[in-house]
């Protein structure tokens, strides 16, 4: 079976796991590298009052063929980074991944009203894939009735009753699965949802590859 790790920091090792790795793009940032398809993006913990001049460089890096998407990045209210900066810098970014035709990955903590603030606010065409979700059902909905995508990790190997909630109810067409920074295998999270959707993994494996291609365009 082939297994898609939609969201990592880490490329597997594995030959049968396809890895969509993350890189994080800021001003320390010199060189850009990559060893297979990846996102760029400014994480909101990185955002700082230059902002731009980063944003300058992801778009540059959107050029990429390698670059399959923009992100992760989004607001979190946990972050020390300046909160006025941290929405200015989403909406650019989500506006820049309208111009250059490419899914946002996005990393939002304890600001889910204000991100489907500016989802209202953008009315994207793109994508809008919510990595690493870990909410219930209500807010799942809510960000599902918009049109986002729901990415879950190794969260839900430990099953907990509201996120079991929330990966029932999140249509196969707009799931999607990943470690992030998790060390254990993609094939872990695939065991998990299948057990929870009560799917074969032949059949998630499936539909993860058909969600991968129409986010992705692959």
Known sequence: MKYIDAHTHRRASDPDTMSVVNIRINAET????????????LHPWDVTADWRDVADVIEDLLEEELVIGLGECGLDRSSSSPWPHQ????????????RSVRP????CVKAHDELLRVHKF??????????????GADLAKQCLDVGMYLSFGADIKRESPTLVEA???CPTDRLLLET???????????????????VSLEELCATQQQTFETVFKR
């Open 167 to 169: 990966v029932r109810l």
């Open 180 to 198: 992030d920074v998790d060390e254990s295998p993609i094939s872990d999270v695939y065991a998990a949802a299948a057990r929870i959707r009560g």
């Open 104 to 107: 946002l990955v996005i990393h």
């Open 30 to 41: 010199e060189v850009f590298e990559t060893d297979g398809i990846c996102t760029v993006g």
């Open 87 to 98: 929405i200015d810098a989403f909406e650019y970014l989500a506006e820049l991944a309208e």
């Open 122 to 135: 953008i009315n994207p065409s793109q994508p809008w894939i919510l990595h690493g979700f870990v909410k």
